[in-house]
């Protein structure tokens, strides 16, 4: 960051290192202590309070069309007059869309595959923020919000996934979608099983949920 902001700091201060000047520096210290300390606090507490974190940044995100600063013609902070400083919404609702996604797929489990139940609120989450987000404007923030659920979403999927392919012993279920087919898997201590059928042996034998 200082690498990437000193041209900026050269040509506006005359100095690269401008920014790193007393107040600056008293000002990424206390963000540091800040950062430090919402490490230290469980992670359940974020997850009881994902929901009303995210309602609330949608909320300050509506509220920077009536009350927001302008600043290079967007309307994209909230001054805080009392340490003279601005927050910027939309960086909030990024966080809070990452803790109601953990949320709610930790909640729905298996079900989150589900179109009605699972996908949709989710999808309809994500859709909200990165389209507020895009109309203050902010596209770039809200590409990479997008990004990001996306990869949780995927990540969501894909571990369940690897966990049914490992091969057990004993009965072992493997689900894709609607359908079920039922694998028994052979036993680990015959040599013949396994160089027959290999570590599955199917039943052929699919069921509807």
């Not at 206390?30 to 430090?36: A, Y």
């Not at 895009?134 to 923030?141: E, I, S, V, Y």
């Not at 809200?142 to 012993?169: G, K, N, W, Y």
């Not at 004993?170 to 039922?182: A, I, L, P």
Request: net charge positive; proline share 5%; hydrophobic share 50%.
């Amino acid at each position: 960051m200082l690498s990437s902001s000193s041209f900026f700091a050269g040509g506006k201060f005359g100095d690269q290192f401008a920014l790193l000047a007393q107040p600056r520096r008293c000002a990424a210290s206390s963000r540091l202590i800040v950062m430090f300390a919402a490490s230290r606090v469980d992670y359940r507490v974020y997850r009881k309070a994902a929901p009303a974190l995210l309602v609330l940044s949608i909320l300050m995100m509506i509220g920077l069309f009536f009350l927001g600063v302008t600043i290079r013609d967007t309307r994209r902070w909230f001054l805080i007059p009392l340490i003279n400083t601005t927050l910027q919404p939309s960086e909030v609702a990024r966080t809070a869309l990452v803790f109601f996604l953990a949320y709610w797929m930790t909640r729905t489990g298996k079900t989150f595959s589900r179109f009605k139940t699972g996908f949709l609120p989710a999808a309809g989450a994500i859709a909200l923020v990165a389209g507020i987000i895009a109309a203050l404007p902010n596209f770039g923030t809200a590409t990479a919000t997008i990004v990001i659920a996306l990869c949780m979403m995927l990540c969501s999927a894909a571990a369940p996934a690897a966990h049914r392919i490992v091969p057990r012993r004993g009965h072992c279920t493997r689900s894709w979608w609607k359908w079920r087919v039922t694998n028994t898997c052979a036993s680990a201590s015959s040599p013949s099983s396994e160089s027959t059928t290999g570590p599955w042996r199917s039943t052929g034998r699919w069921t509807s949920r």
